[in-house]
Each structure stands twice: as structure tokens, then as C-alpha cells.
């Protein structure tokens, strides 16, 4: 299994190129299913998670291409994928696939609407909380499908069509409103999404489906209107730049001091976020080319953060936040509201020399003025690479094991970093 070693205490100057959004291109990818046509995505970032995607999808179908301007080590750059799902020929996502990625799951929505029917495999606990799917399947019983759960399966029936209704998300749900979004799509009739999630995510989701035929008004809102269709066609769309990974190298600069260029970063995608870090001293500059980051020598301030579903401070970003807590002048309390048990990070912080309590979904964090290199364990994606941030900032040398997990969100990680004169190298075993 590869690590990660990262020697701390350099600055970062320079130019950091940010990539295509996972959690955009996770959605858009599984959108393919509503359309016997091509749907080329633009900008699509290089991720474990991707390939994962294309695998499940390949089960259903769906074949894939892929093309690109220039080649850097055997790998195209900026890389468009194809997709192509001429008929459907298995509407069952089985358990080996779902497992390794929840958001797999999500193909509930379309199948269920191109096909009449879906069986697909729960997705099972999750190493940051339990994570239910109630919300989709009571939004796609709102919309006349039949589901049954049946020996770990989520065996839905749609025979005659799904038909528009009203639907009022008891809680916000990413996934959830993806999902309902894409299936009433192909529905009979209008749509209603009251207390929809209001991520960029889902914005940019739906203006692909609008590109390809669909009628979507209302996303980014909480209320979104969905006028269904016969059939949809295909389109070329390009998948928003990843906020959540701008955030987290805007941290890292935080952490470490210096001066960088977040190349093809969008800072109204994360305005909380970088209205936070600015709080803790952060220079944070919009220019033509996206986001410049500076931290001259003066030291982190402690601020207090609540995660909140957008537009408030993403719980993607949580966790690197408070690796930069852990070297801030003074007290900060973190607060996790959209996730149970999403602090993991705390344990493995704590190895590195950072002091935090937990009470509860909170995390009271006391910056420490030095934080020392030491053996981590990646617990998730994010987790992950909250310990890197820590890492670069730690005197001597940091090892995070099981870096698959940042494999899954973060494209060229090690290389991003040092191209800005970090210490940082994979160790492949
Ligand atoms: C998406 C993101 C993830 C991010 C999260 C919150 C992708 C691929 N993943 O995940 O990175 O952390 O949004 O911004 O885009 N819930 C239920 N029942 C359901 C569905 C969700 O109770 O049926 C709960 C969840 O347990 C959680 C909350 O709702 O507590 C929000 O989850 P949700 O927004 O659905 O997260 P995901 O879409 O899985």
C-alpha cells in the first residue's frame, strides 16, 4: 500500500492548477444513463473514484472514451470523456460494486426512469456515520415507484412510467436531489423539489440536464421545478472546477505561509470558506486566473466553524480546517453538523502533537505552536488529507498510511504540493 512522506516547514509559492469537481463529475457521469446518445464531459479529473464509476457504469452498458490535448505521464490532460449508453443491459448494481462507492447508488434514479425498474445494492455502513438512503426512496416512492428492500437490496419498479409530484425533502440531501432531479427528468408531468440541496454541484448537474433536453428551473434554490420529458439526447458539457479541492490546498497555504495561484478556481463556489480563512489572517485575492492565496508571517488566527449544507462552510472541508486550527493562536471550536462521526481526524491529529477535545459533534481545538512529524492513518478522503496539511506544517518527517483514500478525491496531490516547493513524495510498496 503507498504512503505518503512529507517533510514540514517549507513555505508554498507558486501555481497550483485545480482540477474538474469529483462531486460534480460523480453525478454527471451517472446522468449518462438517461440518454441513448454521447454525453461528453469536459475537464473530467483523474480519480480513483472516476475509474471506479466507469466500471459500474461499464456493468450497466455504458461505454466510455477518452480524449485529451496533451499527454503527461501516459495520462491526458484536459481529459473528456465520453459516454455512451446505447441500450441498458443490466439494471441491477450489485453489492461488490455499490460497496466501494456509495455515490454508485445513485444510479437508483436513472435506471429507474430510462428502464422501468433498478435493483441495487444498499450501500452499507460508511466510515463517517450511517448514512441512510430513506430520503431516496421516499422521493422516488413520491414520484410512483414501487421499492422494496429485500436482502440488502433496494429492488424498485416503475412499470408504467414515473409521474411528477411533489416532494419535500424532510432533510438536505446532496445525493438525494440528484437523484429525484435526474429521475423526474424522464417523468410524466411537473416535478416539485421543496428543501433541495443548493451545492454547485447540483447547479451544475442541472444545466447538463437542460443541455440534453431536459426542463430543470430553480437549481441552486431550494425549490426546484422539473417539467419531464419523453427522451433526452446527448450534449457536451464541462464539469465545474472542485471547490472543496481549492479549499484545501487555500489551507494549506494558510498552514504553511507563502503565496499561490489556485489556477481555474471560481471563488463564489466556496465563499464561506474563504470568508473564514481571510478571518484567520489569510489574504485571499480573486484574480482573472482564479484564486491567489497569502500568508506573509504574522500567525493563524482561532475562528469557530459550523458546517452547514451550502452556502454555508462545506463539511468536505471540515477536517483540513481544523488541521489549520491546530497551529492557531488560541481556541477554536469546530461543529459537525451534517455528518455523525465524522472526526476521526482528531485521533491522528492528536499523534502529530495537536491538542483537541471532543464533546459531542463538537471539537474544541487549542493551537499549539509546534506540531511534530509522525506515523498517521487516512481514515477517509477528507480525513486524509487534513493529516497532509497538518504534515506541512510539523517539524520533521510525516508518513500518512493508506493514501488510497486521497487517491479517491485528490489528483496528483504530491505533485501539486511540491510543484510549490513542499517536501512531499509517494512511497509505493
Ligand atoms: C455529498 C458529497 C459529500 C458531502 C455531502 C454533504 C458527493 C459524491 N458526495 O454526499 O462529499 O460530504 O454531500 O455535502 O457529492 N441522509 C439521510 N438520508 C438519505 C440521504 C442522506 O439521512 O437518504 C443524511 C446523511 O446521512 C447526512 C445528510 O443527510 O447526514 C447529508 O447527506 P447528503 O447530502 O445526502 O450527502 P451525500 O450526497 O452522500
Redesign the pocket.
Same mark, same amino acid.
Given at each position: 500500500m503507498d504512503r505518503i512522506s512529507i517533510i514540514g516547514g517549507q513555505e508554498l509559492h507558486g501555481t497550483i492548477p485545480i482540477s474538474g469537481a469529483?462531486?460534480a463529475a460523480?453525478?454527471l457521469m451517472i446522468a449518462s444513463l438517461l440518454t441513448d446518445e454521447t454525453l461528453s464531459l469536459v475537464n473530467m479529473p483523474n480519480l480513483a473514484d472516476v475509474e471506479l464509476l466507469t466500471r459500474i457504469l461499464g456493468n450497466h452498458g455504458v461505454d466510455y472514451s477518452v480524449n485529451g490535448r496533451r499527454e503527461e505521464q501516459g495520462v491526458l490532460y484536459p481529459r473528456t470523456y465520453n459516454f455512451h449508453a446505447s441500450s441498458i443491459v443490466d439494471t441491477t448494481a450489485p453489492y461488490e460494486l455499490v460497496s466501494k462507492m456509495?455515490?454508485s447508488f445513485w444510479v437508483i434514479g436513472p435506471l429507474l426512469a430510462r428502464c422501468g425498474e433498478a435493483r441495487v445494492s444498499l450501500p452499507g455502513g460508511c466510515a463517517i456515520?450511517?448514512?441512510?438512503?430513506?430520503?431516496?426512496?421516499e422521493g422516488l416512492r413520491a414520484l410512483g415507484a414501487e421499492i422494496e428492500i429485500d436482502r440488502g437490496y433496494a429492488k424498485a419498479r416503475a412499470p408504467k412510467g414515473l409521474i411528477g409530484n411533489r416532494y419535500v425533502f424532510p432533510?438536505?440531501?446532496?445525493?438525494?436531489t440528484?437523484v429525484l432531479m435526474m429521475a423526474a427528468s424522464l417523468a410524466k408531468g411537473e416535478t416539485v423539489l421543496e428543501n433541495a440541496?443548493r $451545492?454547485p454541484?447540483i447547479v451544475n448537474l442541472a444545466d447538463c440536464l437542460n443541455a440534453m433536453g431536459a426542463r430543470v428551473s430553480g437549481a441552486g434554490t431550494s425549490t426546484i421545478a422539473i417539467e419531464g420529458v419523453a427522451s433526452l439526447s446527448g450534449t457536451t458539457h464541462e464539469i465545474i472546477p472542485d471547490r472543496?479541492e481549492t479549499g484545501t490546498y487555500a489551507m494549506a497555504v494558510a498552514m504553511t505561509g507563502g503565496d499561490v495561484l489556485l489556477e481555474g478556481a471560481r471563488p463564489e463556489l466556496l465563499q464561506s470558506a474563504l470568508d473564514t480563512l481571510a478571518q484567520t489572517g489569510v489574504e485571499i485575492i480573486p484574480v482573472n486566473s482564479g484564486i491567489r492565496v497569502r500568508r506573509n508571517g504574522a500567525g493563524i488566527s482561532a475562528v469557530d466553524i459550523t458546517t452547514e449544507?451550502?452556502p454555508g462552510f462545506?463539511?468536505?472541508l471540515q477536517a483540513q480546517f481544523m488541521g489549520l486550527m491546530t497551529r492557531a493562536k488560541g481556541r477554536s471550536r469546530i461543529t459537525e453538523n451534517?455528518? $455523525?462521526n465524522r472526526f476521526m481526524h482528531v485521533q491522528e491529529l492528536a499523534r502529530l502533537g495537536a491538542r483537541i477535545q471532543l464533546s459531542g459533534q463538537t471539537a474544541v481545538v487549542d493551537g499549539v505552536e509546534t506540531l511534530h512529524g509522525a506515523e498517521v492513518m487516512a481514515t477517509d478522503l477528507?480525513a486524509s488529507v487534513s493529516l497532509v496539511i497538518a504534515g506541512l506544517a510539523a517539524e520533521g518527517e510525516t508518513v500518512v498510511h493508506r493514501v488510497y483514500h486521497l487517491d479517491r478525491g485528490f489528483e496528483r496531490l504530491e505533485e501539486k504540493l511540491s510543484g510549490c516547493g513542499a517536501t512531499i513524495r509517494r512511497l509505493s510498496s
Open positions: 469529483k462531486n460523480l453525478p456509495r455515490a456515520g450511517t448514512r441512510p438512503v430513506d430520503l431516496f426512496i432533510k438536505v440531501s446532496v445525493g438525494a440528484h440541496a $451545492e454541484e472543496i449544507p451550502f462545506p463539511t468536505d451534517i455528518f $455523525e477528507r
